[in-house]
C-alpha cells in the first residue's frame, strides 16, 4: 500500500518538527508520507511535480501568496483535493472566504496536535472514499461505453439488407429486433442455402445482458453454419442443440424456430425448438399458429430430437414470428399483452409492404406498455408470398 502524500504548506518551521513528532509511527509505517513546503508558489509547484498529492494543509497567512490564493489556483488544477486551512482562532471572515474557495475542513491556532491529527485522518478517509467513488464511475462509464460499442456490433450482424435473392419477385422478408437493454439475446438471421432454398430463423437466449448477447452470437453463428450443411431443419436444430451442450457449464439455452423457405413452390419446411409458436396469416385474414407447444430450446438435451412440420404459403400468406418480449411485455397495471391481442393487431394491420407491419405491431405495443422502456428484448421476422 503505497502511502498517502500530504502536502503541508506553512512559513513557520515549528509546525513541521510538531507534524513530524505527532505522526512519527504513520511515517515510520509508511502510511503517511509529509511534504513541506513554506509558501503557496513552492506548493503549487510541488502540486505539478506530484499528481498523486491529494491531502493539503495550508495556513491562510503566508509570504508569497497565502492559502486563499492557493485554494484559487487549486480550482484550476482540476483535481481531487481535500484542503484543510490553518486559521488565527476567531478570524471567520478568512475561514468563510476558504470555505466558499474549496477547503474541506479548518483548524485553529494555536493547534491543538489531537485535533489535527483527527481532522487530518478524516480528510484522508474522505479522499481515499472519493477515489473509490471516481474509479467505480469511470469503471461504470467504461462499461457503459462498451456496452454501447457492444451493442452497435450486435445490432451489425442482425440483417438489415432484406433481397437475399434480388431477382426474386414471389416473396419479401423483412425483421427488426429491440434490445431491452444495449444489448439482447433476441436475434433474426436468414441467408440463402442455393440458389432456390432460403433458410431463415429467429431465436430467444435465457437471460439479458452481456452473456445472453455472447450466447446470442454463439447461437445465431452455430446455426448458420450448421443449417449451411444439413438438408433439412430438424436436423440442423439437432446438430446445432448438441453443439451448444457442449461445454455449457452456465446452462444457458435458446428458444429457436428454423424454417427453409422454397421460393419456387412457397413451400415451408421447419422445426420448432422450444420457441414461440409463429403465425400464419392466410390472404383471407385467417390465422393459425405453426408447431405450437413443439421441442426443447437449444442447450439443455443433447440427444433430443426435433419434429418436421410443413407448410405452403399462398399469394398474400404472412408467416409472422416473434419473441416472447412481444406478448409478455406489461404496461403499468402488469397486465401482459398476451397472444389474444397480438393476433387482433395481426388482423387490423391493412395489408402492404413488411416494415409496415412490424411498425403497426411494435406501434401498438407501445400505446399498451404506455411507452414504458421495455423489460425484454423483442425480436419480428415476417415473410410475405407476394406471387
Not at 472566504?97 to 493547534?111: E, Q
Not at 483527527?118 to 478517509?125: F, Q
Not at 445465431?220 to 444439413?230: D, G, P, Q
Request: overall charge negative; charged content about 25%; hydrophobic content about 40%.
Amino acid at each position: 500500500m503505497n502511502a498517502t502524500k500530504v502536502l503541508v504548506v506553512d512559513d513557520e518551521p515549528d509546525l513541521e518538527c510538531l507534524i513530524r513528532q505527532t505522526f512519527a509511527d504513520q511515517i515510520q509505517s509508511k502510511e503517511i508520507e509529509f511534504i513541506f513546503v513554506s509558501n503557496a508558489a513552492e506548493a503549487l509547484k510541488t502540486l505539478n511535480q506530484h499528481e498523486e498529492i491529494h491531502i493539503i494543509l495550508a495556513d491562510i497567512e503566508m509570504p508569497k501568496g497565502d492559502g486563499l490564493l492557493l485554494l484559487s489556483h487549486l480550482q484550476l488544477l482540476n483535481r481531487l483535493f481535500r484542503t484543510i486551512i490553518i486559521s488565527a482562532d476567531g478570524d471567520l471572515s478568512n475561514i468563510r472566504k476558504a470555505m466558499n474557495r474549496g477547503a474541506t475542513d479548518f483548524i485553529t491556532k494555536p493547534i491543538d496536535l489531537k485535533d489535527l491529527e483527527i481532522t487530518l485522518s478524516h480528510a484522508i478517509e474522505q479522499c481515499v472514499a472519493l477515489k473509490k467513488a471516481i474509479k467505480a464511475q469511470q469503471m461504470l462509464f467504461n462499461l457503459e461505453r462498451e456496452l454501447v460499442i457492444a451493442g452497435n456490433i450486435q445490432q451489425s450482424i442482425i440483417p438489415h439488407e432484406f433481397t437475399p435473392f434480388p431477382q426474386a419477385k414471389s416473396f419479401e422478408i423483412y425483421g427488426t429486433m429491440i434490445p431491452a437493454t444495449q444489448v439482447g439475446g433476441d436475434f433474426f438471421d436468414f441467408f440463402p442455402l442455393d440458389e432456390k432454398r432460403l433458410g431463415f430463423v429467429i431465436g430467444d437466449v435465457s437471460g439479458k445482458g452481456i452473456p445472453a448477447a455472447l450466447f446470442m452470437t454463439m447461437s445465431r453463428v452455430i446455426i448458420r453454419a450448421t443449417a449451411l450443411k444439413t438438408p433439412s431443419p430438424e436436423e440442423c436444430l439437432a446438430e446445432a442443440n448438441r453443439l451448444l451442450c457442449v461445454d455449457n457449464e452456465l446452462c444457458m439455452f435458446v428458444t429457436t424456430f428454423y424454417g427453409i423457405y422454397h421460393l419456387e413452390s412457397g413451400l415451408i419446411e421447419c422445426a420448432n425448438a422450444g420457441h414461440n409458436p409463429p403465425i400464419l396469416l392466410k390472404g383471407d385474414r385467417r390465422q393459425a399458429m405453426i408447431a405450437r407447444n413443439q421441442g426443447v430450446p437449444l442447450g439443455i438435451l443433447p440427444e433430443h430430437i426435433y419434429a418436421k412440420n410443413q407448410l405452403t404459403l399462398q399469394k398474400g400468406d404472412c408467416l409472422i414470428l416473434y419473441t416472447d418480449g412481444m406478448i409478455e411485455a406489461r404496461n403499468s397495471e402488469q397486465e401482459a399483452y398476451g397472444e389474444e391481442r397480438f393476433a387482433k393487431e395481426i388482423s387490423a394491420w391493412v395489408p402492404g409492404r413488411l416494415p409496415t407491419l412490424t411498425t403497426h405491431l411494435l406501434d401498438q405495443l407501445r400505446q399498451f406498455t404506455e411507452e414504458r422502456p421495455p423489460f425484454d428484448d423483442v425480436a419480428l421476422l415476417c415473410i410475405r408470398q407476394l406471387e
